[in-house]
């Protein structure tokens, strides 16, 4: 059954609950589609009266920091053995070349990782866990989370429901549309964090030195 035509079938605070849900454990590290489940309930929001956009994007939000601060604490309190763990439970995602080239970038960007990172599929699940490995100052973290929270979920709640407020006459095509859009910009930044992670694993075997 497709996403929007499913969420239809339950109760509006049941829809703003597993927005909230779905989008915390992504940020938690574990994948899920948070992105697709947000954007199909923005869209179904903008055609049905019982679902607050406000409510829904507040609950993204809270679902989207929250999920992130725990993922920090486990990833602090975890540490290396975590990511060696993680790495032979999920070699493809928790790879030496995936965190030398994540710990790059958290090494060259900071705080705006964490910020950034909200923005791209892959990285969601990575932001958090990693933050706290790294043991990136908390008040940094939280700064970038929050923000990073507010504007990943709240803008693309925004953004969706008035687009299909606009576009009503078109709103179920949209649908498959954003769909489709979120499954390539996932796919797409996917392939570019593999293609950096398989270089940053070939340099670290040419130089015999472990994962930084």
Do not use: C
């Not at 454990?25 to 948070?34: C, D, F, Q, V």
């Amino acid at each position: 059954m497709h996403v929007q035509e499913w969420l239809e079938t339950v109760p509006a605070v049941a829809v703003y609950a597993l927005v909230g849900l779905v989008i915390g454990l992504e940020s938690l590290g574990i994948p899920l589609p948070g992105e697709i489940i947000l954007v199909s309930s923005a869209l179904l929001a903008s055609q049905n009266g019982e679902i607050d956009p406000v409510v829904l994007g507040a609950s993204a939000t809270a679902g989207a920091i929250i999920g992130d601060s725990i993922g920090y604490a486990i990833g602090r309190k975890g540490g290396r053995p975590l990511l060696a763990w993680l790495g032979g439970k999920f070699p493809k995602h928790f790879s030496e070349g995936h965190i030398a080239t994540a710990e790059r970038s958290f090494e060259k960007w900071g705080m705006w990782a964490v910020f950034f990172g909200r923005f791209v599929a892959l990285l969601r699940i990575f932001a958090g866990p990693l933050a706290g490995v790294l043991r990136m100052p908390y008040w940094k973290f939280l700064i970038a989370n929050v923000l990073g929270g507010v504007v990943w979920a709240g803008g693309t709640t925004a953004v969706i429901y008035y687009v299909g407020i606009v576009a009503e006459s078109w709103l179920k095509r949209f649908s498959w549309l954003g769909l489709v859009a979120a499954v390539l910009v996932g796919l797409t930044s996917m392939l570019v964090i593999k293609r950096r992670a398989k270089k940053a694993g070939q340099n670290l075997e040419a130089t015999g030195e472990p994962a930084a």
